[in-house]
C-alpha cells in the first residue's frame, strides 16, 4: 500500500461574484478530483487554530500531523531548517520577504505595497538586490548595529536572523494580507526592536529603489523589488519524528523552503524538481514523476505540494488561480492516478487544500477546507464534486493535525 498527499495551497476559497457565486473549486473544470471524491470520502476539516497566524506554517504542520498549538514558534524557523540554519540562544528569524512599493513621491510611511513578493522576482535578480542591500555600506553598519544577518535565496524568500533580539509584544504583519494598503499602520511595532526593523525597511527602500535591477524591472514593464519586508519571527522549533509517529517513510515535493524546512524538521526526505518554481509556471510533471520515483524506490509516502493557487490569489490573478486548480487537476492528478492504476499500486490518497486565500481580500482565512480522501481499493459512491459545498456535507474535523495523517494511514484517530 502507498500513501500519497496533495496540497493545492490556497485553493479553498469563498464564493465569487464573477464567477456566478461559485468558488474557484467549484468552477475550474477538475474532472479527475471529481471523479476521484464520487468514489472516495469529502468532508471538511480546520487547520489553522483560531489563536495563531491563518497560513501555510500553521496549516501545513497540522496536515503533517504536529499540532501548532504545542509546537509553533514562527514560520522563519520552519524555513530555516530548509537550508540547515541553526538558531543559536537568543536568536531570532524573520523572514526578509522582497516586497514591491509603489512608485510614488511621498513619505515612505505612506506608500503602498503593491506585491508580497516583489513582482514575482527570483533567480539572480533576488540574489543580487539582498546580497548588494546587504553590501550596502550604509545599510551594513545598521544591520551590524541590529544584529542582524542574511540568508539569500534565489527567490523572494530570504531569511534574517537577529542576535539578543526582543521579540516580546511585537507586531509583524505578513504583507501578503495587506496588499494595495498604505503601510503606515501596518510597519513593525509592539517594542523597541521593533522601531529598528522599521528603520531596516526604510532605509532598505531608499537604497534599492533606485537600483539598476528595478529601473530594468520598471522598464520591461514589471513592478520593481525596492524593498524588504520583515515578519514571521520566531525562534529555533523542535518537532516530532514523523516515521516514528506513523511508522512510515516518505518524502516531500515543494518549491516553498517552508515544506523543506518541515520535512527536515519531522525526518523526511525532500526531493528537489528542477523547474519548480511556486508559481503558475512550476513543473507539475516534474513533480508527478519525483513522487512516483520514491514510491517505486520503495518508500511508504509521497507529498506533492502546489504553491501556484495561492501565489495567484495574492497577485490578485483570478484566471491564474482557475488554471493553477485545472493543471493541478490535468497535469498533477490525471498522470499520477493513471500511473498508479498502470504500475497496479494500491494506494490511499488525501487531496486538500491547506488553508483558504481568498479572491475578495487577496488574503488567507483560517476557516475549515475541503478535504478528498481516496482508496484505491473501495468505490464509496458518493458521487459529490470535490468542492466546499461537498466538504461541509461530510465529516467535520476542528483539529487536522490530530486526524489527517492517521485517516491517511488507516491508523487509530485519536
Known amino acids: 500500500m502507498k500513501y500519497i498527499l496533495v496540497i493545492g495551497d490556497g485553493m479553498a476559497d469563498n464564493p465569487v461574484e464573477s464567477l456566478g457565486g461559485k468558488t ?62 541553526q538558531l543559536a540562544p ?23 505595497i503593491l506585491s508580497h513578493s516583489g513582482g514575482s522576482i527570483e533567480g539572480e535578480e533576488s540574489l543580487t538586490l539582498i546580497s548588494d542591500l546587504f553590501a550596502n555600506p550604509t545599510f551594513a553598519a545598521a544591520a551590524e548595529k541590529a544584529g542582524m544577518r542574511v540568508y539569500p535565496a534565489p527567490s523572494f524568500r530570504h531569511i534574517a536572523v537577529q542576535k539578543d533580539a526582543d521579540i516580546q509584544g511585537i507586531q509583524l504583519l505578513p504583507p501578503h494580507d495587506h496588499l494595495g494598503e498604505v503601510i503606515e499602520t501596518l510597519l513593525p511595532s509592539g517594542n523597541q526592536n521593533a522601531t529598528v526593523l522599521k528603520e531596516l525597511m526604510k532605509l532598505a527602500h531608499s ?32 518537532l516530532d519524528s514523523f516515521v516514528e509517529k506513523y511508522h512510515k517513510t516518505g518524502t516531500v515535493i515543494s518549491a516553498v523552503p517552508l515544506c523543506h524546512g518541515i520535512a527536515n524538521l519531522v525526518g523526511l526526505s525532500v526531493t528537489l524538481v528542477p523547474g519548480a518554481t511556486g508559481e503558475l509556471d512550476t513543473n507539475y510533471e516534474g513533480k508527478v514523476e519525483a513522487a512516483l520515483d520514491a514510491l517505486r524506490s520503495g518508500q511508504d509516502f509521497a507529498a506533492i505540494h502546489v504553491e501556484a493557487p495561492d501565489e495567484c490569489t495574492h497577485n490578485g490573478d483570478l484566471p491564474g488561480k482557475l488554471q493553477a486548480i485545472e493543471w493541478l487537476d490535468s497535469r498533477v492528478m490525471k498522470p499520477l492516478t493513471e500511473a498508479l492504476a498502470q504500475e497496479g499500486m494500491d494506494y490511499r490518497l488525501l487531496v ?42 461530510g465529516k467535520q474535523y476542528a483539529n487536522g493535525a490530530a486526524v489527517l495523517m492517521p485517516m491517511l494511514f488507516e491508523q487509530a484517530v485519536n
Open 207 to 238: 537604497i534599492l529603489d533606485q537600483h539598476p535591477i528595478n529601473q530594468e524591472r520598471r522598464h520591461a514593464g514589471k513592478l520593481p523589488a525596492n524593498g524588504v519586508w520583515f515578519w514571521a519571527e520566531g525562534s529555533a522549533v523542535i
Open 352 to 393: 486538500l487544500s491547506d488553508h483558504k486565500t481568498l479572491t475578495s481580500t487577496r488574503g488567507h482565512d483560517g476557516e475549515p477546507v475541503p478535504y478528498l480522501l481516496y482508496d484505491s481499493r473501495q468505490d464509496s459512491k458518493l458521487g459529490l464534486p470535490y468542492s466546499e459545498a461537498s466538504g461541509e456535507q
Open 90 to 112: 537568543g536568536e531570532v528569524s524573520y523572514r526578509c520577504n522582497m516586497v514591491a512599493y509603489e512608485d510614488a513621491d511621498k513619505p515612505f510611511e505612506q506608500k503602498k
Open 24 to 85: 474557484p473549486l467549484q468552477y475550474a473544470k477538475t474532472p479527475v478530483l471529481d471523479a476521484l471524491a464520487a468514489k472516495g470520502e469529502v468532508g471538511a476539516v480546520k487547520n489553522c487554530p483560531d489563536s495563531l497566524p491563518a497560513g501555510s506554517d500553521t496549516a501545513i504542520l497540522s496536515i503533517f500531523g504536529a499540532d501548532p498549538l504545542n509546537c509553533y514558534t514562527g514560520r522563519s524557523p520552519l524555513e530555516a531548517a530548509a537550508t540547515g540554519i
